[in-house]
């Protein structure tokens, strides 16, 4: 059974910096994209970046255009998340989703897209 571990949440105050970090728990499989979601209280699930390994493509959300640059190894299915100039209101607990390729098409904001999902990592940023 394959699983995605995040890490690198935590606190950090307005205008500073995270890297978020996400890795499967086996090496062998193989993806055709992995993404980042995030999840603030009281809200629905909202897709923040993508990056699709043939090309490679990357996709982000108006909001965090930017400020946010995702990154990965295909060959090793990892994916990082840069988070800078961070803003309250990108306080959430962040998601790492992979997608197998399994569908043949490829929606990058849309979570039903994703195979495999991470437990999450809480992002808190302070005023």
């Known amino acids: 059974q394959v699983q995605l571990v995040e890490s690198g949440g935590g606190l950090v105050q307005a205008g500073g910096s995270l890297r978020l970090s996400c890795a499967a728990s086996?090496?062998?499989?193989?993806?055709?994209?992995m993404g980042w979601f995030r999840q603030a209280p009281g809200k629905q699930r909202e897709f923040v970046a993508a990056?699709?390994?043939?090309?490679?493509?990357?996709y982000y959300a108006d909001s965090v255009k930017g400020r946010f640059t995702i990154s990965g190894d295909d060959a090793k299915n990892t994916v990082f998340l840069q988070m800078n100039s961070l803003k309250s209101e990108d306080t959430a607990v962040y998601y790492c989703?992979?997608?197998?390729?399994?569908?043949?098409?490829?929606?990058?904001?849309?979570?039903?897209?994703?195979?495999?999902w991470g437990q999450g990592t809480q992002v808190t940023v302070s005023s």
């Open positions: 989703a992979a997608d197998s390729g399994r569908s043949g098409i490829y929606y990058f904001e849309r979570l039903n897209q994703y195979d495999y």
């Open positions: 086996e090496r062998t499989f193989s993806t055709y994209a």
């Open positions: 990056i699709r390994w043939r090309a490679p493509s990357t």
